[in-house]
């Protein structure tokens, strides 16, 4: 992964964003605050346009939030320079730069790593595991901490404080970021919950991409939570009215995720599904189910393991974490012999896992012929969509994906679309166990527990994840074009040759911002024939 700063075109960057943003002007006091702790310069560039958008909406100044400490610098990423971050926010136009992470080392010698006022010790506790987790690479933390733990809660709590002051000075129109978990991310999100400050959070992927939250009623929970209430609502009132007009462009989207990589997968032959008849399908079922030791004539559930210390605990979930929902669900299956279980490790769980749990769990269960455990990227695509029937995840993208092929999925938690009526999603651990119960039961009799709406309703959410919730911008190079030179130098020449005036970037953000919508769109959703008219002239050129 290439640092923010790499190679000779930054230095041509900074020339051309210095002279591209120039002179602002901004209303005293009017902020809109944006963090660049990001190492990979997508992810920063994505996050200072789209504050810088709302800038010019709000007539607001920029101020970035930007630092790291050790820990991170050495779980999260390779390197990361705060000053080349520096250099890239002046070049953006920044009226100020923090560093966040020298202010709570300050604190830390002042103060020392007292309690954080302003949070409550639910939201705090939350964060500091979820960070824990992932800083520790185990699925769940030990019974008695050591001091590098105590250490990082007390980091987390300096954290909280800090962001508390800053927010408290700057009173922000609002906050953008690129991520909102763990620590340093997540208690910048939850102080702006508090003090009723929108949220946008910038989606890697696409050209660009956004989620928001915006103050409203009083939050029930974590800024996940609160986002798949929004995002059902929205599609219930916005894109399920629109379905017929919608049709051909879901219909379209879900033919090119046939040929691309989801969560799963990786580039490459491995990941095209190419399947065109129920026969191959059948015939390539078989060849898997005689590579595993399976019963070909038995149903097939698929469980999609997660990344076992990946934001744990930041959405609704059913279980404590991955790895007891992991190992409960496969004691479930190895007393249910009348399908077969495919249970699948996560691709980067090396990554994530430092203890072998996933290894651990195939050996307990070594001798269930009715059950087989892989390791990443073992299955090509083909191979795995022909053999599934029933997919199992908590929040895995592959609950949207299978879905609009027909194939039903079962979540032990919520994702962004688990309001959509993507899925069948579980509340309680007996929900979840009664869900797998049914689907058993149905399989294995032929049947299948995919609802009647849910394919097109998945295609659907495909279609507003990649088109109508994918936003074009002449500045702004496509994520696929990768972090290096070849990205730089396509910015910079955006940067010197492409002006402001009608970047559709900057309607989408404007009625995303007047009608507190919860996502950055493409389309107007609520004006029906404009939407019409836009689809019509798109389709009618291509």
Known sequence: MSAVGDGEQFERLLSAASAYWGKRH?????????????????????NLLLANAICDLTSARLVVLTGTDRELSGVLWERFDVERVRRLAEAFGAAEIIDVHDLVDRRLADEGDGPAAGIGSAALEALERA?????????????????????????????????????????????????????QWGLAVETAM?????????????????????????????????????????????????RNLLRPGAELVAWRVKGERGSWWRGGS???FELRTETERRQLRGHGCDRLGLDPDRPIVTVFQHAVSDAVGT?????????????????????????????????????????????????????????????????????L??????????????????????????????????GCGVSHVAETRADYWRLLAEAVSRHTKGE??????????????????????????????????????EYLRALSVSMRHVERDGDPLHRAVRRMWERRDPLLSRFDFRDPAGLAEALTASRGAS
């Open 131 to 183: 960070t824990l987790l992932r800083l520790s690479r185990t699925p769940r933390l030990p019974g008695v901490e050591d001091e590098r733990h105590r250490a990082r809660r007390g980091r987390s709590r300096a954290l909280s404080a800090v962001y508390d002051r800053l927010f408290a000075e700057l009173s922000p129109v609002a906050l953008v970021t690129g991520q909102v978990d763990y620590d």
């Open 315 to 383: 959405n609704r979930e059913v279980f404590e974490d991955f790895a007891e929902w992991c190992a409960e669900t496969a004691e479930f299956a190895a007393d249910e012999d009348a399908v077969n279980w495919l249970f699948l490790d996560h691709p980067e769980q090396d990554r994530h896992d430092s203890t072998g749990h996933f290894a651990a769990l195939a050996g307990r269960h070594a001798r269930r012929p009715h059950l087989a455990f892989l390791p990443r990227q073992a299955l090509s695509k083909n191979m």
């Open 194 to 242: 508090r003090r009723d400050v929108p949220i946008v959070h910038t989606q890697s992927g696409g050209s660009m991409g956004a989620y928001a939250l915006f103050p409203g009623t009083p939050a029930a929970g974590t800024f996940h939570e609160e986002l798949t209430g929004r995002l059902a609502r929205y599609f219930d009132e916005c894109v399920w009215p629109q």
């Open 270 to 272: 491995v990941n095209s």
């Open 448 to 485: 299948s527990v995919l609802a009647p709406e849910q394919r097109e309703r998945a295609r659907l959410w495909l279609w507003l994840r990649r088109s109508g919730g994918d936003v074009s911008s002449p500045l702004l190079p496509h994520w696929e074009l990768g972090e290096g030179e």
């Open 26 to 46: 901004h209303r005293p006091g009017a902020c809109v605050v944006v963090e660049a702790m990001q190492q990979d310069v997508r992810l920063v560039v994505r």
């Open 385 to 418: 969509w022909s053999m599934t029937d029933v997919g199992v995840t908590v929040r895995g993208r592959v609950a949207c994906e299978l879905p609009a092929f027909g194939i039903p999925v079962i979540q032990a938690g919520w994702s962004p679309w688990s």
